[in-house]
T-cell receptor, first 112, second 112 residues
């Protein structure tokens, strides 16, 4: 059965800390992995990782795909209170279907 | 402005009633999706459509129905057969050539 597991489920840190969020997956035929940030309502897109693009960076956020370990990490450096959100990982269940399986998310709270 | 709209924002329903949630996009995306999100859980796929007049069941399609008569629109009907419909419903769309999904603001459905 296809599945995506995120860890930790929740995390509380102080401003300035660095955090690492994990996503591991088991899917039929991997093609892409997506990271989203969900603050209140609609998730907003962060990164897409594929076999041809295994590392992405945007400002204080970066993500790496490890196809051998079937996992990905999302790093946030110098965290700010505005980083408080649920971070969702999604993996395409079968290549070419664009059907994604989402993990349960990691709830991050950054304290001032 | 391009984007995805969902309406209504909040919806209350009595048990035994069918309700229809609206989702419209003007991004010219071929694929559209419906997800359900419950507290402490990730997004679960209800239905998805990769092209007009075609759609597939997701992981939790029972008690739901959809139609895709126009490229811009993908309404979701929550029928009385859905035993636990109270949840937050998210609609998304993506280009056919990429799985990167863009989400609407969501509809929170409460069954009284």
């Amino acid at each position: 059965e296809d599945k995506v597991v995120q860890s930790p489920l929740s995390l509380v840190v102080h401003e300035g800390d660095t955090v690492t969020l994990n996503c591991s997956y088991e899917v039929t035929n991997f093609r892409s992995l997506l990271w989203y940030k969900q603050e209140k309502k609609a998730p907003t897109f962060l990164f897409m990782l594929t076999s041809s693009g295994i590392e992405k960076k945007s400002g204080r956020l970066s993500s790496i795909l490890d196809k051998k370990e079937l996992s990905s990490i999302l790093n946030i450096t110098a965290t700010q209170t505005g980083d408080s959100a649920i971070y969702l990982c999604a993996v395409e269940a079968t290549a070419g279907t664009y059907k994604y399986i989402f993990g349960t998310g990691t709830r991050l709270k950054v304290l001032a | 402005d391009g984007g995805i709209t969902q309406s209504p924002k909040y919806l209350f329903r009595k048990e035994g009633q069918n309700v229809t949630l609206s989702c419209e996009q003007n991004l010219n995306h071929d694929a559209m999706y419906w997800y359900r999100q419950d507290p402490g859980q990730g997004l679960r796929l209800i239905y998805y459509s990769q092209i007009v007049n075609d759609f597939q069941k997701g992981d939790i399609a029972e008690g739901y129905s959809v139609s895709r008569e126009k490229k811009e629109s993908f309404p979701l009907t929550v029928t009385s057969a859905q035993k636990n419909p109270t949840a937050f419903y998210l609609c998304a769309s993506s280009p056919r050539t990429s799985g990167m999904q863009f989400f609407g603001p969501g509809t929170r459905l409460t069954v009284l």
